[in-house]
């Protein structure tokens, strides 16, 4: 009976529609793509590095730029803020020093540009009046299905 009733209800609403009208195209809100893409490649990038996977962690780097760069192209101004600038201005370095550290195959160079990394994550939600949302080392994985440990020839 509900089956029937909830088709009624789409044929009755969709005959209701304009005719060739365009469904407007979803555009995700920069919190939307800070959680879904930037959080979980931080806490990626973080916990391959605490296992010492370094060829993941590089992977995981790399997404997580690209992902900075496809927000700044959704979002290229939040408020009054050019989002490429601030990005650039704010990661670059830390990234930069991430990815030494993983050439380097160094833990401890590591946990601290990491930590750098993260830092900056919470000076730029001050920055931007977000400062409630505060961004930490992960301490374990939210990701119970996939091991970060480095592949085992």
Known sequence: MIL????????????????????????????????????????????????????????????????????????????????????QATIKAPMDAVDAAIKAADPQQFNEAYEQLTGTCNACHQSTDNSLVVIRVPKRSPFPDQDFRPVKP
């Open 4 to 87: 029937r009733t909830e088709c009624r209800w789409l044929r009755t609403n969709a005959a209701a529609a304009p005719q060739g009208a365009v469904p407007s195209a979803y555009q995700p809100s920069l919190n939307d793509l800070m959680t879904a893409t930037i959080q979980p490649r931080h806490i990626k990038l973080g916990l391959a590095g605490q296992e010492h996977n370094w060829p993941y962690a590089a992977y995981e780097l790399g997404n997580l730029k690209g992902a900075f760069n496809r927000t700044a192209q959704a979002w290229p101004t939040y408020r009054t803020t050019d989002m490429a600038d601030l990005i």
